[in-house]
């Protein structure tokens, strides 16, 4: 397949009208982004009010996009026990279900049985996948766009069999 041009993820998710989903693989991610808040939580051991305020952008779009009835759902399969970076991110899992998000998780032997794509990605109304390509240490290498009909009904499919597995963050501990 080609590479294709993937516009910003804002422009994605204002273009989705009914539902986004995102599943998550790793056990970690170098995201540079995200670097002040991971090591301000690995020295505090909390989200603090200006991890809250990076956040914003994200959490606005959230907002904005679960207001016009779009549902958006998460889901991470993870190794247990979990890794530094999981447990960072499940201390700020609450900031992204206040805007909207619907998130679970799902320990790797419970999705041992299932099929599943080879990398993350956003599943935006069952219709158009944006897959996102990381390096063994985490960090970001590229997104793709995908619009193959058996392509979308493999991550439809292995999105709602994560689900149905997993368990919702508020009963998920680490």
Known sequence: ?????????SDL???CQRSA????LRDSYGIPSEDEDFAEWRELGTITPASVERRRDW?????TA????????????????VSEYIRYEHAGTYLNIAAGEQIRWLTRPEAATLALPGADFWLFDDRLI????F???????????NEDPETVKLCADAFAAVWDRATPH?????
């Open 1 to 9: 397949m080609k590479p294709s041009v993937v516009p910003p993820f």
């Open 135 to 145: 390096a063994g240490d985490g960090a970001f290498v590229s997104h793709d766009l």
């Open 170 to 174: 508020e009963e998920f501990s680490v």
């Open 21 to 24: 989903v995102h599943l998550e």
């Open 130 to 133: 944006r897959f996102g390509h």
């Open 59 to 63: 959490l606005d779009l959230v907002r």
């Open 66 to 81: 679960t207001a016009r009835g779009v549902v958006m759902k998460r889901a991470r399969i993870v190794s247990v026990p």
């Open 13 to 15: 998710i204002t273009g």
